[in-house]
C-alpha cells in the first residue's frame, strides 16, 4: 500500500474474445443470436418492401386504368357537345321555319282569305240511306 491513504483498484481481467469485436462485450453465441435477429428483421423489411410494391404497382394500374376512361370519357363527352351544337343549329332553324309559318298565317288573315279554306268540310250526299235494323 502506499502511503497516501486510498487503496488501488483492481483491474478486472476477462477471457481474451469475450468482448467481440470492437469490445462490445459479446460472447459469440450472443454475437450469433444478435446476427440471427438483425437477419429476421432485413427479411421481414424486405418482404414488407416486396408487399409495398405490388401494392404500387398495382395503383399505379389503377390509375392508368381510370386515366384511360378518364380519355374515353372526355372524347364522349366532346362527340356529345357537338352533337348538343348541331341540335342547336336545327332548333333555330325550326324556329326561324315557324316564325316564317306564323307571319303568312297572320298575312293570310289579314287580307281576308282564310286559310284553312282547302280544309274545308266535305258536302253530305243527301243520297246515302241507312236502313232501320
Known amino acids: 500500500r502506499s502511503g497516501r491513504g486510498g487503496h488501488r483498484p483492481t483491474a478486472r481481467r476477462e ?5 467481440g469485436p470492437g469490445g ?11 446476427g440471427a ?19 404500387m404497382h398495382a395503383a ?5 386504368d381510370s386515366h384511360e376512361k378518364l380519355q374515353r370519357d372526355e372524347a364522349h363527352l366532346e362527340r356529345d357537345r357537338e352533337k348538343l351544337v ?8 325550326r324556329q326561324e321555319e315557324v316564325s316564317l309559318l306564323r307571319e303568312q298565317i297572320a298575312l293570310q288573315e289579314q ?19 241507312v236502313p232501320d235494323s
Request: charged content about 35%; glycine content about 6%; hydrophobic content about 40%.
Open 86 to 93: 348541331a341540335d342547336e343549329v336545327d332548333v333555330r332553324m
Open 60 to 64: 399505379m394500374e389503377r390509375i392508368e
Open 15 to 19: 477471457a481474451p474474445g469475450c468482448r
Open 37 to 55: 435477429r438483425l437477419e429476421e428483421s432485413l427479411q421481414e423489411e424486405s418482404k414488407a418492401l416486396d408487399e409495398l410494391k405490388v401494392m
Open 111 to 129: 287580307k281576308g282569305g282564310s286559310f284553312f279554306c282547302c280544309a274545308a268540310r266535305p258536302a253530305i250526299s243527301a243520297d246515302i240511306i
Open 24 to 34: 462490445l462485450g459479446m460472447s459469440s453465441s450472443s454475437r450469433s443470436k444478435a
